[in-house]
DNA sequence: TCAATTTAATTGAACTCTCAACTACCCGTA
DNA sequence: TACGGGTAGTTGAGAGTTCAATTAAATTGA
């Protein structure tokens, strides 16, 4: 077994950084939605998603690929959303596997008054600390990242 | 109430890249860590903070502190780690209320085991795939939002 | 045609984390 | 001494996520 390659200095401060930061950071975002809304962050993510589809609507596994999120995490998050009166599930008429979920006006609702509120939040906390240079190294750095984790 | 101040097309695209790579780095570190050592990557943080201090050991405040975990979810955390050998809580002689938690050496095993397989996986999912300058530009924007978000 | 495979989605158990409530101890002060 | 406030830590319930197992429908190919 090769010797490992550990962190030189400058990563190490760089990957601590960043740990520290995302842990910080998603907390306050789970936090503020949570306070404000009454939802984890996953979810407003689910209606952001579905807001931005034709006829609000997609299929289960198309909105789990889109957001990434394994199909278990999706349905458990659905059937909670469900409940809650902001989506609706239904058979698709042309594939007898699938389920269509759509945004009720209930759930839009919930996103419109939610939506100021979240990105404010994320404003104040990470874009008015960046420069727009930073910004678009940011951007980038992530796609950097993206490009070795993300098989489409 | 004022308009919201949205995020301008630059800002979407840094914030959604920067989302998904974290959601999927996350995912990878721990699903990596789980499989090679049986641990969330909370627990692998605990072990190395607690393989760094004098002694091997801390009160369980300051590591929370450290760490920047709650109290609670630190407990849950040490109570099962220590269910698993690699951990002993006792109680502190000069504070009753305190308790110290020390690394056993079945624990300091354990992280030098699985420390190289998981940096090799933070090299290869982040620092292979960025350059030096990249890795500076991270921790300069990763101390930006730590500094609007770590009181302390 | 029909068995085998693949795809869509759900289910339930186990685990981690959050949040609020609680116990216990320390310290300052009257 | 004893009260009161603050600090250290635990507890248990509830919520979200993962993982493996399961159901059901579509597709493939001999």
């Not at 807001?51 to 889109?66: F, G, I, Q, V």
């Not at 394994?70 to 058979?91: K, Y």
């Not at 008054?113 to 678009?136: I, K, M, N, Y």
């Amino acid at each position: 077994m090769a010797s490992p390659r550990w962190l030189d200095p400058e990563e190490q401060a760089a990957w601590r950084a960043y740990l520290l930061s995302n842990q910080l950071l998603d907390e306050a975002l789970d936090r503020q939605l949570q306070r404000d809304a009454g939802m984890p962050h996953a979810y407003y993510w689910i209606l952001v998603a579905l807001s931005e589809a034709p006829e609000r609507t997609l299929r289960m596994s198309d909105l789990a690929r889109r957001l990434r999120y394994s199909q278990s995490r999706l349905t458990h998050a659905v059937t909670s959303m469900e409940r809650r009166g902001w989506v609706t599930r239904d058979r698709c008429p042309s594939d007898g596997r699938s389920l269509l979920a759509s945004l009720t006006p209930e759930g839009m609702e919930i996103l419109v008054d939610s939506a100021p509120g979240h990105v404010e939040e994320v404003r104040s906390r990470v874009f008015d600390r960046l420069t727009p240079e930073q910004v678009t190294q940011l951007k980038e750095i992530c796609q950097a990242v993206l490009d070795g984790l993300d098989p489409l």
